[in-house]
């Protein structure tokens, strides 16, 4: 196991709904990134935190938004849920945010959109 | 334009025997990393293995390898004497410094499945 989880597992919400998915970072990793995983795909990177601080984006919509706390445990808030958002989310976390640094996934959180 | 390609089919492996999985990358960066993860099931993302785009020799560990072709810009996989709990999905994933961050850019993956 990475240490690193996410909250909730699993969650249904319907269209227009706002949702917030929680993730805690393995001990000592100060980064966190986020993924969107649609059904049959690879991960889409939609943006990364560094000490609190957004440190690079994916081509999501504004109504993907985190936020990033002093423990480095960081949150993924999703505004007017669309049919399109049912994913898993997943999060990584790393040591750093420079090109060397290995992510380590969490378990994920699946979301459908109804 | 798709970074990553991962284009095989779904693949039935005979256990104890040695599979390889194909990708190959798209980037005009010079520093660049590869990546390999294991997805079962569950849905988490298992690091598997790592290789710089400087690094000379090919990268292992364990049961995987990763037989690294820059010029031809392919880094596949090797697991070697596959078990049953191989069976899983298969992402390569790519980082570039153009970034200034550490995000990865995944292909669709490789369904494997270690039969007895």
């Known amino acids: 196991e990475t240490g690193v989880t996410q909250s909730p597992t699993h969650l249904i919400k319907t269209r227009g709904q706002q949702v917030t998915l929680r993730c805690s970072s393995q001990s000592g990793h100060n980064t966190v990134s986020w993924y969107q995983q649609a059904l049959g795909q690879g991960p889409q990177f939609i943006f990364q935190y560094y000490r609190e601080e957004e440190n690079g984006r994916g081509n999501f919509p504004p109504r993907f938004s985190g936020l990033q706390f002093p423990n480095y445990s960081s949150e993924l808030n999703v505004n007017a849920l669309e049919l399109d958002d049912s994913a898993l989310y997943l999060c990584a976390s790393s040591s750093g945010s420079s090109e060397k640094e290995t992510q380590y996934f969490g378990p994920g959180t699946r979301l459908l959109v109804l | 334009a798709q970074k990553i390609t991962q284009t095989q089919p779904g693949m039935f492996v005979q256990e104890k025997e040695a599979v390889t999985l194909d990708c190959t990358y798209d980037t005009s960066d010079q520093s660049y990393g590869l990546f390999w993860y294991k997805q079962p099931s569950s849905g988490e993302m298992i690091f598997l293995i790592y290789?710089?785009?400087?690094?000379?020799q090919n990268a292992t560990e364990g049961r995987y390898s990763l037989n690294f072709q820059k010029a031809r810009k392919s880094a596949n996989l090797v697991i070697s004497a596959s078990q049953l709990g191989d069976s899983a999905m298969y992402f390569c994933a790519m980082r570039e410094d153009f970034y200034g961050n550490n995000r990865l850019a995944f292909g669709k993956g490789n369904q494997v499945v270690v039969i007895p």
């Open positions: 290789q710089g785009s400087y690094d000379e």
